[in-house]
Structures are given as C-alpha cells and as structure tokens.
C-alpha cells in the first residue's frame, strides 16, 4: 500500500491508520513493532504496514508527527531500536555463514528479551490491539524474506536443512545445520573391535572407523553411530551385515555421493569393517531401528567346545531340542553390572550342528534378536534355560562367534526407501 494523503485509502487501510495514530500519541514505534500491532489489518507484510504509516504520520503535526519521524529513525519504546538497529546486521552475517554452507531450505527462529516481550504484551493488552502478530513471527518472517530473495532458498518450517537462529539477547546470530542420516549396513571382518567409542580404552572402533570418514566427506562437526543391537568385542559380523544409521552432526556439505563414499569406505577399511548400501535416512529411522532391533531375527555361527566327548547322536539331539523351542534366560553375570537383572523370554527358530572334531562343532542359530549366545551354550549356571551344556549333560562353551544375518524388517526399509 502506498497513498500519499489519507483521504485516498480504503476503508481497511483507514482503520490501520487511525489505530497507528492512537498507539503513536502515546508512544514512539519502530516499524516492526508498529507493524506488528497492525499486522493483520493490511495483506501487506507488517514492517511494509509499519514503514508506510510511520511515513504517512510523519506530515502530521504534533505528537504522532514527532514520534512517526523518531520511528522511523529506529527509535522504538517497545523494543528501544534493537530490533532496527541490529537485525540487519544479524541478517547479513547469517548470510555470510550460510554461504559456506550445502543447503536447500533454511527457517529462521528469534530469541527476543523478555522485557521486550513484556511491554509488548501490556502494549497490545492496553490499546486491545487485535489485530497484532507476535514481533518474533514478525521477525522471523521479514528474515525469511529477506535471505530467501538474497539466496534463492527454499523457506521451510518442517524439517529444514539449516536453522537460522536470531538471538536479540546476546546480539548473535547462528546457524545450525540440522544433521544428516546416512543409512547403512556394516560387516565387522575382524574380532577385537568395539562398536561405539563409549569404551573410553578403545581406539578404534566401529563408530569411529566408518564415522571418521564420514565427517570428512560431510564436513560435519561430529558423528554418532546409531546401530540395530550390537556384537560383542569379540564376535565378527558377517553377511548381509548389521543395519546402523550414522548421523552427522551440523554437517556443511549435505549432497555427498553415497556410491562414492562406499567405495572409499570400503578400500580405506579392508579387511576391517565394510559397508553396503549406504542411503540417505532420518531421525524417523534412528528410532525404527532402535525400536525394531529386538525384532530382527538373527543368524548365528558358533564354534562350541565340550569339556567331554561329543556323539553325532548327542549332536541330533541337540538340533532337536533347540528348534522352535522358547529360552528363558535371565541376565547374563557378566553385563549384570551395566544391566538390570530381567528374565527375557526368546525364541530359538532352527539349530543345526556340524562336528570338528571329538570335543568341538559348528552351530547355527536362527533367533530372536536379544538373546545372548554365549550363555545359551554355557548356560551361564543355570540363568539360561535350556542352554547346550544342559542337553549334552556335558559343559560346553563357545569358543568363536560369527553373526551370519540380520534379518531386517519391511517396515524399517521402507522408510529408508522413502528417503533414498
Ligand atoms: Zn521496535
């Protein structure tokens, strides 16, 4: 809107700037504030509303005259001029940062100081101003405009690849890329590894092997390993592998070959850990496969060794005492002092055996996720029922572990499909 006299206005705009006059005879606005006062009297944005009444009034003689001209030099009894004064310097420094970055959306946020949202409160209460929109909205709205016309960026509320977080409080302004998921299974080829880097005497792990190279290619400050269970040090990996989502914390660069990053994953850790499948993913999947890991059904390779003699016979008698047959197993002693001592109740779908030698042999396992093997062949002393040592009347231990598969959901792949 722009009239240069009054007379000329619709009916609507009138309304505006007589409300403008009121809250001008008793106080100076700036023209975020005055506009938001007004907002939803004008389709025009608020500080265009603002701008254009304090410019209109500032012909008026008297009071409103005097305070429109102080508004429109920044002077402003609700926000004291921060806003005028600060914002567009805040606006072009997020510029500058958002330069370096990889992005196609962004959304930008305000902190303002309470005192300024007091007054601007009272302000609204006092004059019955229903026609306001919060000064914050009216921020965040005229930053969106201003850096998506700079930028050409997608403005989105829901999900956006960057924050752009304006805090009147401290003067600053940051911007905080959102993290990236990159979905995946991995293949642990060799024994001796942790997963995750929580295990402070571990120097490299799982977390670390695949996320140090990650980081670099997303430029990312950080990295956090999100995996569907997890193997013991000493057990290998193998198969199709084990889901995991990593996810890379304020990343600069977002549009990284996936294909790529495989295959320099998978030369620089040869023989150690692989990966495949590596897809674009989201938070919505950290918590699927969290959720979902006691469901998958796991393939076990074990290597048991008997204290006594072992008979093919003994061995058939195993393979059918196991199948299809439900295990309570309490807490194994030796996580008990990191977990809480429970009973868990699995299934075991399909054993089968095959000796190496008088006192050892090979055992596969299809289970549910969660039940711990090394106790259901030792028995743990009687804490898992049955185990192997109870059905060959012998004490039996497993001397090597392989996770052969990881029978993964439909439900959590198609989540990932939605965000490959
Ligand atoms: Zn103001």
New binding site residues.
């Given amino acids: 809107m722009s009239f240069d006299t009054i007379e000329e206005m619709p009916k609507k705009d009138k309304i505006a700037i007589e409300q403008a006059k009121e809250l001008l005879k008793e106080h100076t606005?700036?023209?975020?504030?005055?506009g938001s006062l007004l907002a939803t009297l004008s389709g025009d944005a608020p500080w265009e509303l603002g701008r254009n009444m304090l410019e209109l009034l500032s012909k008026e003689k008297g009071v409103v005259g005097e305070n429109a001209i102080k508004g429109l030099s920044g002077e402003?009894?609700?926000?004291?001029?921060?806003?005028?004064s600060v914002l567009p310097e805040l606006i072009n420094k997020a510029l500058v940062s958002l330069s370096k970055l990889e992005l196609d959306s962004f959304k930008s946020g305000t902190k303002l100081p309470a005192d300024i949202v007091e007054r601007e409160d009272e302000l609204r209460a006092r004059h019955g101003m229903w026609t306001a929109e919060s000064?914050k909205v009216v921020i965040n709205k005229y930053a969106d405009e201003i850096i998506a016309s700079k930028t050409g960026l997608d403005v989105k509320s829901d999900k956006p690849d960057v924050l752009v977080s304006f805090d009147f409080i401290r003067k600053e302004v940051e911007v905080i890329p959102a993290s990236v998921y990159v979905f995946g299974r991995y293949r642990k080829l060799k024994r001796g590894l942790y997963q995750t880097r929580w295990v402070p005497e571990a120097e490299g792990t799982i977390e670390s092997y695949i996320g140090d190279i990650m980081k670099a290619a997303f430029e990312a400050e950080d990295y956090k390993l999100h995996a569907a269970g997890r193997e013991d040090f000493d057990v290998r990996m193998l198969g199709r592998g084990r889901p995991f989502v990593m996810e890379l914390i304020k990343p600069r660069k977002r549009r990284v070959n996936l294909e790529e990053l495989e295959r320099k994953i998978n030369s620089k850790l040869e023989g150690v850990v692989q990966v495949s499948d590596l897809k674009k993913a989201s938070k919505k999947t950290v918590i699927l496969i969290k959720e979902s890991s006691s469901l998958m059904r796991k393939i076990y390779l074990a290597k048991v060794t008997v204290e006594g003699k072992i008979s093919l016979e003994s061995l058939k008698k195993l393979e059918k005492e196991l199948s299809n047959r439900l295990i309570r197993q309490k807490t194994p002693t030796r996580v008990l002092h990191r977990r809480a001592d429970l009973l868990r109740e699995k299934m075991v779908y399909k054993v089968s055996t095959k000796p190496i030698s008088e006192s050892s042999f090979e055992m596969t396992i299809e289970c549910d996720g969660g039940l711990y093997i090394k106790e259901l062949i030792d028995g743990d002393g009687g804490r898992t029922k049955p185990s192997v040592s109870e059905i060959l009347g012998e004490k039996a231990f497993c001397s090597e572990l392989d996770v052969i598969d990881i029978i993964v959901p439909d439900e959590l792949m198609r989540e990932v499909e939605v965000h490959g």
């Fill in positions: 606005l700036c023209e975020f504030c005055l402003c009894s609700v926000c004291k001029g921060l806003v005028p000064l």
